[in-house]
Nanobody, 121 residues
């Protein structure tokens, strides 16, 4: 059974850093793409970063240079380190897994429950 569990969200001030985690189980990590999405109120869910199954990483333009995706295979955990957070980064952050396409939310097969990140100005 595939499971994804996010943790680490919270309330921070603009300019602060925060790391959110995604603990996964039930699949072979190297055969799947793991994506971090976020969804702000009234907006569509957007792909922020991804580890592709062929070993590449992807960052959306708005987070390049500020966010970093990493993983700990021994802990089956993927991390999203968010630096220089801004109020517009406020959203629910989700991790998701796909064995198919990876750029669209509808292509992802499994989702975590999400973790709220709120950045105050």
């Amino acid at each position: 059974q595939v499971q994804l569990v996010e943790s680490g969200g919270g309330l921070v001030q603009a300019g602060d850093s925060l790391t959110v985690s995604c603990a996964h189980s039930g699949f072979i990590f190297d055969s799947w793409t793991i994506g971090w999405f976020r969804q702000a109120p009234g907006k569509e869910r957007e792909l922020v970063e991804a580890f592709t199954s062929w070993g590449d990483t992807y960052y959306t333009d708005s987070v390049k240079g500020r966010f970093t995706i990493s993983r700990d295979n021994a802990k089956n955990t993927v991390y999203l380190q968010n630096n220089s957070l801004q109020p517009e980064d406020t959203a629910v952050y989700y991790c998701a897994a796909t064995s198919r396409g990876w750029t669209l939310a509808r292509d992802y097969d499994y989702w975590g429950q999400g973790t709220q990140v709120t950045v105050s100005s």
